[in-house]
């Protein structure tokens, strides 16, 4: 699929059919996630899958967000802020998108999902306290198709100075 067609047809998914994702596609996925780019190519982040049920129920509570638990898997993105103090958490929210866009390409659907340092998902995944938790997202065949705008750029673009508007 074409780069700018994955970008523009991706919409966040919120319900999933009831059918497994190999994993043959989720490494395809992880591995576009990590050739995003990072800081001083610091590569900050880990990830974790979870297709254990018990867990997806616990998140879709923590959560109160009833449709996650439609989701066949869920991918936690942690991030190692040793190795880089300031752009840790930024650069894994890179390597989301990526995995976003690359599942999107290959038919699948996402949703992130802000989980941000939530304290009982890091003790649910065990993730060690010095780590950060950035976010999760969703994993699965799409039961519906969102469709969803954005600003017009002409709303947010300007020219040499803030406010002067690049397209009139
Ligand atoms: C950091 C972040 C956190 C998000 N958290 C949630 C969430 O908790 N629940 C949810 O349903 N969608 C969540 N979303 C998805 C956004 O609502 C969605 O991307 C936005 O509305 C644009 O829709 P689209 O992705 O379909 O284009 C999150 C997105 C981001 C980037």
Known sequence: MDV???IRKRRSIRKYLDKDVPDELIKKILDAARWAPSA???QPWEF???KDKEKIKKFAEIKKQEWIKT???LI???ANPRVHKIYHAIDCARATQ???LAAFALGLGTCIINCYELSEVKKMLNIPDDLILVEAFSL???AESPTKSRKPLEDIVYEEEYGKK???
């Open 76 to 78: 936690f993105v942690v």
């Open 140 to 142: 699965g065949w799409p």
């Open 48 to 50: 974790i899958i979870v």
């Open 71 to 73: 989701a066949p898997v």
């Open 4 to 6: 700018f067609e994955a």
């Open 98 to 100: 990526n995995a976003c």
């Open 166 to 168: 690049w397209i009139k």
């Open 40 to 42: 001083k190519n610091s």
